[in-house]
């Protein structure tokens, strides 16, 4: 049978899920916002968000026109308005007599702790501000940050923001390579970083690979600031390096912030990475701070005088930024930042930080919670989680199995689960439930955000009815939306703006169900057609997890004779189950074949199942299934280079040939 034959939708419905949870009566009473909401933003949609930003923030200047979109798609908001992110971040909290309220519980790995107030981080970000522009770093250039997940990430972001110079955050886990080419991209004057971090008990390096991105010439960077965390040698190049720690002492603890224009740059940041090379997205100031701070408050049901927020995601991802550095300090909220891994020293550190400062929202990633059911509940069991009231959930869809985990086992069975979907992109959240207002479903995120105009149509850019897949697209600019990709603003039209006309392209596949709400069903470019059959590897591996061995699955589409594509999926056993694998994984992957035939049906059932000892990621934990394909394929894996651990791989790749 031709690939080309296709029957029925861009992807077919394959899973069903009758679970739903409504708020309590209780949560919903107390909610910030109720059902209203979505009416009062779907008329209007540019004056409801003109409504935010002017309540949610302080602008030195009133702006005008809430949308200029009169060259799609280029897009302007809140035109002519002034605003400073620092300012709103830090300076307006002490001057409204907030100035003692805990800004940063810093847990260190190795048990080393912090507590910052907003009176003394909008010192430290004051100093940082005089500092870096007694280097010279003025407004638009750009700065590059490769720093832990330490309190002088978020300084030194908010302290570029403060002068408006431009971030370009870099994962700390990147190579020399990875970041000499961000560098050479922004064109960055500074490079702030730290002699190193610790990783799982270990002292770990930083600052060896700045010398390494810039030992070749030809770069454009002036000066590298060092901040002292780990305390190891380290080589020095004098009057390029400074030391944080002198350079803030001697600085100016006043600083007077001057609003921005509201579409000047905030930062840069490359994605992830998950299909293929990243693309630099440039974020402006007005509207991702309008988005962020709203969606924050919104879908987390935030209460800054009470709730303790953490997010677990690193500074070098957009939720890092978004969701740590910025939304969270502009509502005034309380938050805990972790700098290392979850099984360091113990696999319950996670569960002891929540126990130790009650932290009442926790937001994370579908990897992390399966890979702690991996480990099992006992861990989490033995701490005190009754603080958390809501759990949030970002990065990949969340299987409906790993959904309920995470509700029962960390949520206590009462907390409500927000799945929000966004990317590097969207800048801010797009889909996600309203805890307050939303009966929630396992594995879906369900409702575009007020304001958001969201949609998943055909391959002709029509709207399919309820019941129906295709792809995710964004039919309305939305505030926090990428302006455009660095340097590159072809690219940024071609990529997001050109397969649909007039609309933004997510690359995600997504279908509505019966009752209008939308899933995630994976990425447009993995999905396999099966004997003419579209499939979506998140169902498929859906409904491997919703088998009880089973704590993560990827699946994938191999080239086949008969069928044009098989399914083949990669399996990781959860710990309990994990003897199978060794004594009998031939019936431990007859179990599971015949566990998805009768989950979604004979079509979707796998023709291999491997048992796997761990799956290829991203650095921010997502699964790369295209390098699976290329194993699945009998080929050599592609360009690896953003995958967290390479030798993954060689170990796939011997499995498979066994
Ligand atoms: P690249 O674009 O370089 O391949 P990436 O897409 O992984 O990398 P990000 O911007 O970090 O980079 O991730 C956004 C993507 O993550 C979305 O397009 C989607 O595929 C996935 N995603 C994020 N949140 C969710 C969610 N709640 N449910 C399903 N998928 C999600
Ligand atoms: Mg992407």
Redesign the pocket.
Known sequence: MSQETVKGDAFENLLHEERQFPPSPEFAAAANLGEGIYAEASGDRAAFWAQQARELLTWSKDFGQALDWSEPPFAKWFVGGEVNAAYNALDRHVENGLGDRVAIHFEGEPGDSETITYAELTERVKRAANAFESLGVAKGDRVAVYLPMIPEAVVTMLACARIGAVHSVVFGGFSADALRSRIDDAEAKLVVTADGTFRRGKPSSLKPAVDEALSAPGHTVEHVVVVRRNGQDIAWTEGRDLHWSELLADASPEHTAVGHDAEHPLFILY??????K??GILHTTGGFLTQTAFTHSAVFDLKPETDVYWCTADVG??TGHSYVAYAPLVNGATQVMYEGTPDSPHQGRWWEIVQKYKVSILYTAPTAIRTFMKWGREIPDKYDLSSIRVLG??????NPEAWMWYRDVIGGGAAPIV???????TGAMMIAPLPGVTATKPGS?QVPLPGIAVDVVDESGNSVPNGHGGFLVVREPWPSMLRTIWGDPERFKDTYWSRFEGMYF???GAKKDEDGDIW?LG?VDDVMNVSGHRLSTTEIESALVSHPWVAEAAVVGAADETTGQAVVAFVILRADAQTRSTDNADDASAELRAHVGKEIGPIAKPRHVLIVPELPK?R?G?IMRRLLKDVAEGRDPGDATTLADPSVMQQIAADLRK
């Open positions: 994605t992830s990475g998950t299909t293929g990243p693309k991802w957009v959930t970002v990065g990949e869809p969340i799945d929000t979907w966004w990317q590097t992109e995120a997510a690359g995600d995630l990425r991203t921010s997502k």
